[in-house]
């Protein structure tokens, strides 16, 4: 499939405000940015909230020294989103103790393009988010769907925190709760950047799979964004998922390469910011 490269940065340009937006949340201008990299650092120890944007191929000294160190020092994990299509080379990567994990793809549409069937199954109620108290409750369902302990904390004190601020604070995300015979079933969310609407957060607890809720949310999403002022929507989905959206409009337009680093104990590669410092400055001479 022949990829439209413009579409992918509408993708990839969306990742990186939400990432940089939900950080600053939590931690104020603390992100940075040099040419082709963003480092954004929500001082939670997440691999889903400290992300990295690479829209570049990168010499390995200078992912070490901006995002592996500065990581590393705090003993944070941070996840690593490559959106070149000129790919990283993996086994140096490997050297940084960055592992790579699934790829997922980027999907782009025109908003008038879009159509949706939204046929609710029996017993299911899809809604806004809109108090602290279902903003808590979505965080933690959010919480139950991962795997690592570490990261299911992670995740709650991050809706904990998130829940306490005003709601404007957060209003370019709007969250949505899915659930099934009165219980919490499934999550979604739309960010709004000012080119697009971005899908995220899609996920069905795993007693509720099989029974149409997820792509019920796909599509109450979609009405969603047909009634914004938006022209385009972007979503990263894992390959076996395309379906869904291809049949509603989207397309396919590239792969996103993602790695997660967790750091070692005892084990980190300390910078100062001199170095930093001097790298933002050589990194920006180079643009």
């Known amino acids: 499939m022949k990829y439209s490269l413009s579409a992918k940065n509408l993708v990839c340009r969306n990742l990186e405000n939400k990432a940089g937006y939900c950080a600053d949340l939590l931690n104020p201008k603390q992100s940075k940015e040099i040419t082709g990299l963003l480092r954004t650092d929500s001082g ?33 994990p941070f996840s690593l989103w490559h959106c ?11 050297e940084l ?3 790579r994990q699934a790829p997922v793809i980027a999907m782009a549409a025109e908003v008038k393009q879009l ?32 795997r690592c302990p570490r990261e299911t904390a992670q995740i709650k004190k991050f809706y904990h925190q998130l829940a306490e601020l005003p709601e404007h604070k957060h209003s370019r995300l709007k969250y949505f709760l899915g659930e099934f015979q009165g219980a919490p079933a499934a999550t979604g969310c739309l960010f709004s950047s000012a080119d697009a609407l971005g899908f995220y957060d899609l996920g069905t607890l ?18 969603e964004v047909l009634h ?5 929507a972007v979503a990263l989905v894992g390959e076996e998922q395309q379906d869904i959206w291809l049949n509603a ?35 920006r001479q180079s643009a």
């Open 44 to 76: 939670l120890l997440s691999t889903r909230f400290n992300q990295v944007i690479s829209n570049a191929v990168m010499q390995p000294r200078i992912l070490q020294r901006f995002v592996v160190d500065y990581f590393a020092e705090r003993h944070s």
């Open 84 to 94: 070149a299509s000129k790919p990283l080379d993996d086994a140096e990567l490997a």
């Open 97 to 99: 103790n960055l592992t």
């Open 115 to 146: 159509a949706t069937d939204e046929k609710k199954p029996d017993g299911l109620e899809i809604k806004a988010v809109h108090t602290a108290e279902e903003l808590l409750a979505y965080g933690d369902l959010v919480a139950e769907m991962q």
């Open 206 to 223: 795993s007693d509720y799979r099989g029974r149409g809720i997820g792509s019920t949310m796909v599509q109450h999403l979609i009405n």
């Open 228 to 232: 914004s002022h938006h022209k385009h």
């Open 249 to 283: 409009g989207f397309y396919a337009v590239g792969e996103v390469a993602r790695y997660d680093f967790i750091p070692e104990r005892g084990g980190a590669h300390i910078s100062n910011a001199d170095t930093e410092n001097k790298l933002l400055d050589d990194d």
